[in-house]
């Protein structure tokens, strides 16, 4: 009986190590999986100095789960998570370097898939904005003699071609924040709403306008925003100086049957959009405190019938519909109308910007979900834009 106890106690002690052996050396759950990647300076000449953190956050297909785990970098940049799930959750990767905080897209597993690859680039800060340029800018301005004001839509691709990331002059700043970007608006101007790209609580009031506050990172940045400019005896004067040196800019003003002129912009053909005539200006490699004007007058008094579509789509889709529009204006084709099933398409696809805009704010569905979605939509008017101008 000894014997026997001993026989197994013996096998018993080989079993436990055997599943101590297998436990260590299995691969992760059928559910979990391993996040691997690298953190790069993209500085020429830069080194990446030792210790850095970064933080994963997952968000979980449950509303307001989140899961934060921290990794130290080694000497060679690299850094790996083991994740007990994956499914149902989306991951994003920070890390901050000289008080700038770097963010990974977003990253999620497919079914099956145990492993991924990731690399995250940060970069070293200047205090210059030469490296600061614009590839396209739009305006388009709507007189609202009910309300005494213009509705006026501003959209651009900023350019930042260094390989450092700009974080302001340290001669701008406001309550310590440096001011980054600049925005000049015509005088007078009024209830700002800042949209793609620009965050409320970010932004400061500087001489002539306003300023974001976040640092810029190398490659390209959309933002736009809308604000009101005044009507007084029935004339609206729109002039503002250019910020950084600008390749294209295109002004599309409505024609309410007054004078428009466009001051040093050249004057385009009329291009109809919605049953309203646009009064087109366009301006090429604009330098630094160029003026850009634009004097309406003879805006006859009473409500417009409804605000332009085209200035409800910018408001929606921002850059990816003002990119349609300058496609179409920037290659020259005879202005048209929508088709019937088009117009349908672009109805259904602003409601479905405005029903996801309620339902993130009510709290119904998390951020990444929303992200994706309305960057979806965005897609999709951009498209429709595209094939109006093409056709």
């Known amino acids: 009986m000894k014997l026997r106890l001993s ?43 030792a210790g850095l ?8 297909a449950e509303a307001g789960s989140n899961l934060i785990q921290r990794a130290k970098v080694d000497g060679q940049g690299s850094f790996r998570f083991t994740l007990d799930a994956t499914t149902g959750y989306t ?14 897209p977003p990253v999620s597993f497919a079914a099956a898939e145990t492993a991924k690859q990731i690399e995250l680039t940060v970069y070293e800060t200047t205090e210059s904005d030469a490296a600061l340029t614009i590839e396209v800018a739009h305006t388009v301005l709507e007189p609202d003699p ?20 700009y974080i302001g002059n340290p001669q701008r700043s406001l309550d310590g924040k440096r ?5 000049s608006w015509p005088d007078g101007s009024q209830h700002l709403q800042p949209m793609q790209g620009l965050d409320v609580d970010r932004l ?9 506050t976040a640092p810029v990172l190398p490659g390209k940045h959309e933002v736009g925003y809308t604000y009101m400019v005044p009507i007084q005896n029935g004339a609206v004067s729109f002039a503002r100086a250019v910020d950084y040196p600008t390749k294209r800019f295109t002004a599309l003003v409505v024609d309410t049957g007054g004078r428009i002129d466009g001051g040093a912009l050249s004057r385009g053909e009329p291009a109809d959009v919605d049953g309203k005539r646009y009064q087109v200006f366009t301006g090429q490699n604009l330098a630094p405190g160029s003026p850009i004007t634009l004097n309406l007058s003879g805006i006859p008094s009473g409500r417009t019938t409804s605000t332009s579509m085209l200035i409800i789509a910018l408001v929606a889709g921002a850059l990816a519909v003002a990119a349609g529009v300058a496609v179409y204006i920037w290659r020259g084709r005879s202005a048209g109308v929508l088709t019937r099933q ?25 951020e990444e979900e929303y992200q994706a979605e309305r960057a979806m939509r965005k897609r999709q008017l951009a498209e429709l834009w595209q094939m109006r101008a093409e056709g």
Do not use: C, H, M
Not at 53 to 60: M, N, P
Not at 91 to 104: D, K, P
């Open 91 to 104: 991951y994003t990767l920070t890390t901050l370097y000289q008080e700038v905080e770097y963010r990974s």
């Open 146 to 165: 009910q309300d005494q004001a213009a509705w006026a839509v501003e959209a651009a691709v900023i350019l930042n071609s260094g390989d450092r990331t």
């Open 204 to 212: 400061i009031e500087v001489n002539n306008g306003f300023a974001d």
């Open 342 to 366: 088009s117009t349908a398409d672009r109805d259904r696809l602003l409601a479905d910007l405005a029903e996801l805009d309620d339902s993130f704010e009510a709290g119904e569905i998390d």
């Open 179 to 183: 001011a980054t970007l600049l925005f």
């Open 7 to 49: 026989v197994f106690g013996l096998f018993g002690s080989t079993v436990a190590a055997l599943l101590t052996l297998l436990v260590l050396t299995a691969p992760v759950s059928a559910d979990g999986g391993v996040l691997e990647g690298r953190l790069k300076n993209g500085t020429a000449g830069a080194v990446l100095p």
């Open 53 to 60: 953190d970064v933080t994963l956050t997952a968000s979980g």
